[in-house]
């Protein structure tokens, strides 16, 4: 049960990456020299319905999983779901900038979870 939960976690936060990757290009698209496509709009909306599920996915584990996985773990989560960005940020950053300081944030809690996961589970 606990390595279903620690692979859970890791999913939901690789969808948020790619949603976050996504965001970027199609910012550039719609914004840049050429207009978005059916595709990248149906992708799209597709990245950021799986990254609002992953994000309820993550909540729900961060209030039930400290009886499963680690505090540390819990701790990281909570971290690496808050870069400390605010919606004024969102309103004056360039935006590919505020979806890469996001993506680093979530990246290094990919990275950390690893590391955590792999302590709790006892896997070298």
């Not at 606990?2 to 970027?24: F, G, T, V, W």
């Not at 910012?27 to 020299?33: I, M, T, V």
């Not at 955590?116 to 070298?124: C, G, P, Q, R, S």
Request: aromatic fraction near 8%; hydrophobic fraction near 30%; charge should be negative.
């Amino acid at each position: 049960r606990k390595a279903d939960l620690y692979s859970n976690i890791l999913d939901s936060l690789h969808q948020r990456i790619k949603y976050l990757e996504n965001e970027s290009t199609v910012y550039y698209s719609e914004y840049g020299d050429h207009s978005l496509t059916d595709e990248m709009k149906n992708k799209s909306n597709e990245l950021y319905k799986k990254n609002s599920e992953s994000l309820g996915h993550i909540g729900r584990v961060r209030d039930i999983g400290s009886f499963i996985i680690s505090k540390e773990a819990i701790e990281e989560l909570n971290k690496g779901l808050n870069s400390g960005l605010t919606e004024k940020d969102w309103r004056e950053m360039y935006p590919p900038d505020f979806y890469q300081k996001e993506l680093d944030t979530v990246n290094n809690c990919l990275q950390r979870i690893i590391i955590i996961a792999k302590k709790d589970l006892e896997v070298k």
